[in-house]
């Protein structure tokens, strides 16, 4: 790890974790964007999330899809995958997952835009493709947020 990454304060990167049972937002870390200035993708794929069906205790699976515009802060890829993690043992619906998620997100990093899209597998028949997202109130990246809601598919 840089020096430059090292004064960020992570704590999960490079080290033996302790993964949590819980639903566990607080292991989340960001380090600072090298390039706010830029409007840039970034996209993380989660293709074995898994959380627990509220009601019947049974496990769910699917893929988690996370893309976002960065502003000041951007998460930290491990971080993020134990935060992920922490949904193993947790009662949620698909699309509460997926918009827990994105407020979790929007909460740590204040990001331009993000979207969260859930792929999950079919239990009884049905999948369920649940999509939320978010852009900064009063900026170009609300209306974007607006555009991309009303267009997707």
């Known amino acids: 790890m840089t020096n430059e990454r090292k004064n960020e304060g992570l704590q999960a990167l490079g080290k033996k974790i ?5 639903y566990d ?3 989340l870390e960001t380090f600072q964007n090298m390039h ?3 409007d840039y993708w970034v996209r993380f794929n989660c293709p074995e999330f898994t959380t627990l069906c ?3 205790g049974q496990p769910d699976f699917g893929e988690i ?4 515009l960065p502003d000041q802060r951007m998460v930290e890829s491990k ?3 134990l935060y992920l ?10 699309e509460d997952c997926v918009n827990v998620i994105m407020k979790d997100l929007i909460k740590l990093m204040a990001p331009k835009y993000i979207e969260v899209t859930g792929f999950f597998v079919p239990r009884g028949g049905i999948s369920i493709y649940p999509y939320a ?4 109130p009063g900026t170009k990246y609300e209306k974007m947020a607006e555009q991309r809601m009303l267009n997707h598919e």
Do not use: A, C, M, W
Request: charged share 15%.
């Open 79 to 81: 971080s993020l995958k």
């Open 25 to 27: 937002p607080s292991v």
């Open 85 to 94: 993690f922490s949904f193993r043992n947790h009662g949620g619906f698909h």
């Open 36 to 38: 706010p200035e830029n």
């Open 18 to 22: 302790d993964y949590s049972q819980e």
């Open 133 to 136: 997202n978010y852009g900064q």
């Open 65 to 68: 899809r996370i893309s976002y």
């Open 54 to 56: 509220p009601i019947t």
